[in-house]
């Protein structure tokens, strides 16, 4: 039975919600709870009975409800103030009240069913998916792209240096420049850096704005480097500067808004707060900044900008110090990233972006070749879901779950949830960088190199792992030269990722540069002395043919991976 209202359809059966016939992205208890409510549509559901009926067995607070209730109505187009479906009655529950008519579903044609999550290891299988077809799409894809592909990735000569003067995008465009610590003690650097890793995020989540990625912001700390140069170098028509100052517990936020080109200040401000407020400061200045753009905020998305994720200051000063180790990607910082997370989270167990962390901290073990225990990807999705649970706005719990859908061999998947993901953070470069990937697995190769250009653009001085998936996508285009410089740059600058190892393995060993092959086998063995050829074949980006698969594998161990 399809549940039929005001242009949207409620199905049970394929559990979606559908308007105009076009699947709305929702957290599977939201739709949990829009099903129980349209199917108690003649009366009216208390609180504690939704609570217990949507969520079984499970200890939640009203707050989780409220949170569900209002991302149901946003899926709906309506609010409390004007409902059209679901109706609030204060201090009891919430009513169905829009007149909804029951249809049967049309006849469908029978699928196979889907393979369950695995698990265990199916060395190569998972790289067999694309088989011929997949290979073949992806080579005539670049075949008629080049010498002129999608983006600026497949451009690059060799030298692999973004452009000098990137052009501006449509949309206001801005980068928020690393905060600087005025404190007498010196002693406060971490909260200027959260705030500003704060604000960036912040800002990102707007669809109007284009907001340059925190790493390339940070290229330009302490550096004196003038507004107008840093807006020309990055492409930008505007740039957020600031410092913060610290006094007993008492802090002071100045900052402004500039014009690039023309280095006029458009907005600023200062605030003063106590210490244990820092937290909430961002949201402030975002308000004030995208005002000061001319971009609309929306009543829903101010009350999200005015909220905090923590009231413990203590918790928020310890995810502050692990957020910076996190995009390292050394084992060192990221075992104390973990362990102040640990902290963080004993100090308030429902941080969302504290939990959001540490699902990442579980996963990037595996893909970095540290370890690939499967165990890693479960704990990881069970992480995420709870991360999206205490904030269902946050888009890097999405980019979670859709490698660990590519880790099982899931693509489709894993294309869903990085759109939802670049959805809810349409300036992030990490959720671009993501969706590359994952359409690239899906046999999508065109699309992935825009995503890929996309978060270029968003991230001019790109970290490692962008490099990384420049020399992959050099080699197979069959730039070997020029893959190889690439690989062998992410290899001298992080002696602890093994995928750009691998990738040279196999490159060497088709040009039969064995000795070569087998000092980066050594190099690998040092990072982790268990990683076997199996294990490697499973997070090898370019075994996906069998022959590759073959190939790959008679090089790992001629390399010494046994």
Known sequence: MIFRFDGYELDPARYELRRDGAPVA??????????????????????????????????????????????????????????????????????????????????????????????????????????????????????????????????????????????????????????????????????????????????????????????????????????????????????????????????????????????????????????????????????????????????????????????????????????????????????????????????DPDYAPAVSYQAGLELAPYFLGWDVAPERIERARALAQRALELDPFAPFPHTTLAMAYIAHDRPEEAVDEVRRAVELGPSSDVCFGVQSAALAYAGEPLEALRSLDRALRLNPRHPDLYWLMAGLLQAEAGRRDVGLSLLERVRETNREMVPPRLALISLYAEEREFGRAEALGREILGVNPRLDAEDALRIFPFARTRASVAHARAAFRAAGLR
Request: glycine share 6%; net charge neutral.
């Open 26 to 347: 929702l957290e599977p208890k939201v739709l949990d709870l829009l099903l129980y409510l349209v199917r108690q549509r003649d009366r009216l559901v208390a609180k504690e009975e939704l609570l217990r009926e949507v969520w079984p067995g499970v200890h939640v607070t009203e707050s989780t409800l409220t949170r569900a209730v209002s991302l149901a109505r946003a899926a709906l187009g309506e609010s409390a103030a004007e409902p059209h479906a679901i109706e609030t009655v204060t201090g009891r529950g919430y009513r169905w009240r829009a007149a909804t008519e029951e249809i049967e579903p049309a006849p469908a044609t029978p699928l196979a069913p889907r393979e369950p999550l695995r698990t265990g290891r199916s060395p190569g299988r998972r790289r067999l998916r694309a088989l011929t077809a997949g290979a073949l799409a992806f080579a005539l894809a670049l075949a008629f792209a080049w010498p002129r592909p999608v983006g600026w990735l497949l451009a690059l000569t060799g030298s692999a240096v973004p452009p000098r003067t990137p052009a501006l995008p449509t949309e206001p465009s801005v980068v928020v420049l690393p905060f600087r610590d005025l404190s007498p003690d010196g002693a406060h650097a971490h909260l200027a850096e959260g705030i500003t890793e704060d604000l960036t995020s912040t800002l990102g989540r707007f669809s109007e704005l284009f907001v340059i990625a925190r790493s390339s912001a940070y290229t330009y700390a302490g550096r004196t480097v003038s507004v107008e140069t840093i807006g020309r170098e990055l492409g930008v028509r505007y740039a957020v500067e600031g410092s913060v100052r610290a006094e007993g517990r008492k802090l002071v936020v100045t900052s402004q808004l500039v014009g690039a080109a023309s280095g006029v200040q458009v907005w600023g401000d200062r605030f003063e707060l106590a210490l244990e407020d820092a937290a909430a400061v961002q949201g402030q200045l975002a308000e004030r900044i995208v005002s000061a753009l001319g971009v609309r905020i929306a009543e829903a998305e101010l009350d999200r900008l005015r909220s905090r994720s923590t009231d413990d200051f203590d918790a928020y000063e310890l995810f502050v110090q692990a957020r910076a180790d996190f995009f390292s990607y050394t084992r060192a910082r990221h075992a104390r990233a973990a362990a102040l997370l640990e902290r963080a989270l004993e100090l």
